[in-house]
């Protein structure tokens, strides 16, 4: 079987994230069955040629690779897989009839958060050829029902294969004994970091600490937001380890974002032992069972926010609780579960 997917990063590009997370992952495990699979993305000095069996392509920049695909996807791949991580599609149903486009979320809104008027009108015409592609693979539920309602695409064309965790790597560890909250995330207007602020800045724990992890368009505004502030530490981006440890220290993670096709932050945290406390926007909701592994919040309601996290903070035995439950609930994402989907689905598909 040989695959090739397309996404604008790989997993060595200094801004890679959720998305390519998900392709390496899953892809990983497809060699290990048995897949011959390449990974093209755009040319930003990378030089690593594979990884655990994956290979890696290198051409363009983020508005030429688009073109650069299409002569790929022509070259005897199976079946090839676009990753339409950032709203427009590669287009490789144009010249290879068995593509499928993976989609992480729908776009539509975001865009009016990151682009001027003129680009996001751009941007959203384009994403709606999504429902050119024979096959679709949505990361959600929310997200397949916004394809149908946003694009018309008929529900058939749409599977929804979840997101998986690795349990060996995120896993429960020692809890700090200040009470500890963790945002964590790109730092982009659709994602609210400064809501973080606003909403810690009402936590009546004084002695509570918000760390925030991540960088972005908007980590100046961060800096200035925060200055004075010693409660609240900017960390700017982490490694992988220090996440981790990131999420086992905390008492709580919040999530802040206007859309998540999948909260990824969510499901890492409670693998990690670690509640939820986030605005009931996209996937959200399918990911926290209110007051089991997190709890859900009106969008932009800061009041209500607070008081979710007050809950959390202000006695140690509802944290761990809430860290023994949240743990239980992450037991049902998977990796390997995941790969095995994405395995008999592109069969089927190279076989149809």
């Given at each position: 079987?040989?695959?090739?997917?397309?996404?604008?990063r790989?997993?060595?590009?200094?801004?890679?994230?959720?998305?390519?997370?998900?392709?390496?992952?899953?892809?990983?495990?497809?060699?290990?069955?048995?897949?011959?699979?390449?990974?093209?993305?755009?040319?930003?000095?990378?030089?690593?040629?594979?990884?655990?069996?994956?290979?890696?392509?290198?051409?363009?920049?983020?508005?030429?690779?688009?073109?650069?695909?299409?002569?790929?996807?022509?070259?005897?791949?199976?079946?090839?897989?676009?990753?339409?991580?950032?709203?427009?599609?590669?287009?490789?149903?144009?010249?290879?009839?068995?593509?499928?486009?993976?989609?992480?979320?729908?776009?539509?809104?975001?865009?009016?958060?990151?682009?001027?008027?003129?680009?996001?009108f751009?941007?959203?015409?384009?994403e709606?050829?999504?429902?050119?592609?024979?096959?679709?693979?949505?990361?959600?539920?929310?997200?397949?029902?916004?394809?149908?309602?946003?694009?018309?695409?008929?529900?058939?064309?749409?599977?929804?294969?979840?997101?998986?965790?690795?349990?060996?790597?995120?896993?429960?560890?020692?809890?700090?004994?200040?009470?500890?909250?963790?945002?964590?995330?790109?730092?982009?207007?659709?994602?609210?970091?400064?809501?973080?602020?606003?909403?810690?800045?009402?936590?009546?724990?004084?002695?509570?600490?918000?760390?925030?992890?991540?960088?972005?368009?908007?980590?100046?505004?961060?800096k200035?937001?925060?200055?004075?502030?010693?409660?609240?530490?900017?960390?700017?981006?982490?490694?992988?380890?220090?996440?981790?440890?990131?999420?086992?220290?905390?008492?709580?993670?919040i999530?802040?974002?206007?859309?998540?096709?999948?909260?990824m932050?969510?499901?890492?945290?409670?693998?990690?032992?670690?509640?939820?406390?986030?605005?009931?926007?996209?996937?959200?909701?399918?990911?926290?069972e209110?007051?089991?592994?997190?709890?859900?919040?009106?969008?932009?309601?800061?009041?209500?926010?607070?008081?979710?996290?007050?809950?959390?903070?202000?006695?140690?035995?509802?944290?761990?609780?809430?860290?023994?439950?949240?743990?239980?609930?992450?037991?049902?994402?998977?990796?390997?579960?995941?790969?095995?989907?994405?395995?008999?689905?592109?069969?089927?598909?190279?076989?149809?």
């Amino acid at each position: 079987m040989k695959l090739l997917i397309t996404n604008h990063r790989d997993i060595f590009h200094p801004q890679a994230g959720g998305a390519e997370r998900v392709i390496y992952e899953v892809s990983r495990r497809l060699v290990k069955k048995g897949f011959d699979i390449t990974w093209l993305s755009e040319n930003v000095g990378n030089f690593n040629d594979e990884l655990d069996g994956i290979k890696f392509l290198h051409a363009g920049n983020k508005y030429t690779l688009h073109l650069h695909s299409l002569s790929y996807a022509k070259r005897g791949y199976d079946v090839v897989i676009d990753s339409v991580a950032h709203a427009v599609p590669f287009f490789s149903y144009i010249v290879n009839k068995k593509s499928i486009a993976l989609v992480h979320h729908v776009h539509q809104d975001v865009v009016k958060y990151e682009l001027n008027p003129f680009l996001a009108f751009i941007v959203r015409q384009l994403e709606k050829t999504i429902r050119n592609y024979p096959y679709i693979i949505s990361v959600s539920n929310t997200t397949k029902y916004e394809l149908i309602k946003r694009f018309r695409i008929d529900e058939s064309k749409i599977t929804v294969i979840y997101n998986g965790i690795d349990h060996e790597i995120y896993k429960p560890g020692e809890k700090s004994p200040t009470p500890t909250v963790l945002w964590i995330g790109r730092l982009k207007n659709y994602k609210n970091p400064l809501d973080a602020v606003k909403i810690f800045k009402k936590v009546k724990n004084n002695k509570a600490i918000l760390y925030i992890a991540g960088g972005g368009d908007l980590e100046e505004n961060v800096k200035r937001a925060i200055s004075g502030q010693k409660n609240i530490i900017f960390l700017g981006k982490v490694n992988e380890s220090q996440k981790i440890k990131l999420y086992q220290q905390a008492w709580a993670v919040i999530s802040t974002s206007f859309i998540e096709g999948w909260g990824m932050t969510i499901v890492e945290a409670n693998s990690c032992g670690t509640p939820a406390v986030a605005y009931s926007t996209g996937s959200i909701p399918e990911i926290i069972e209110d007051g089991v592994n997190g709890f859900l919040v009106e969008y932009k309601n800061i009041d209500m926010f607070a008081e979710k996290l007050n809950y959390i903070l202000e006695d140690e035995n509802v944290m761990k609780y809430l860290s023994k439950r949240s743990y239980e609930s992450s037991l049902k994402y998977d990796w390997n579960k995941t790969a095995d989907e994405y395995y008999k689905y592109i069969w089927r598909i190279a076989e149809s």
